[in-house]
């Protein structure tokens, strides 16, 4: 059974994305340090069913990097969890959706795009794998043609 912290969460998440879509991301199209964000839909990893997030993310070289920092919690989120058992998802930018593949960062790829991309974008980001106690996921989505 979900806690009440859970719910709220969830909650509040539904509200931020219908928020979102309801604006074309004009109202939480804004991470609170000023990244850019994105509604990231993906399946479920156990359920199949899709799910979907608001995500800062970087763009570059026409890919979007996510970094499952989850604000420094311990705890990695769900999504980079999902993404990790999935090949493909939908991100909706603004009002412009499209479909991605998804490659979750490993090793040295994944240390580059963490300090190239990540934290010389978004320096704020750079404490969060200390402050978490451990190594910050990132994913690259490419749009399919």
Do not use: C
């Amino acid at each position: 059974m979900a806690t009440l912290v859970q719910r709220v969460w969830k909650a509040g998440n539904a509200a931020a994305v219908w928020m979102y879509r309801r604006t074309g991301g004009k109202v939480g199209g804004r991470a609170k340090g000023g990244s850019p964000v994105l509604l990231l839909s993906v399946a479920g990893r156990k359920s199949g069913l899709p799910h979907t997030v608001p995500v800062a993310y970087v763009e570059r070289d026409g890919s979007y990097y996510l970094a499952a920092t989850a604000g420094g919690q311990p705890k990695e989120p769900q999504w980079i969890r999902n993404l990790r058992a999935a090949s493909t998802a939908t991100i909706e930018v603004g009002r412009d959706k499209r479909m991605v593949s998804v490659d979750v960062l490993h090793g040295g790829e994944s240390d580059a795009a963490w300090r190239d991309v990540i934290v010389a974008t978004y320096p704020s980001f750079g404490p969060y794998e200390a402050k978490s106690g451990r190594k910050i996921a990132v994913a690259r989505l490419t749009p399919t043609a």
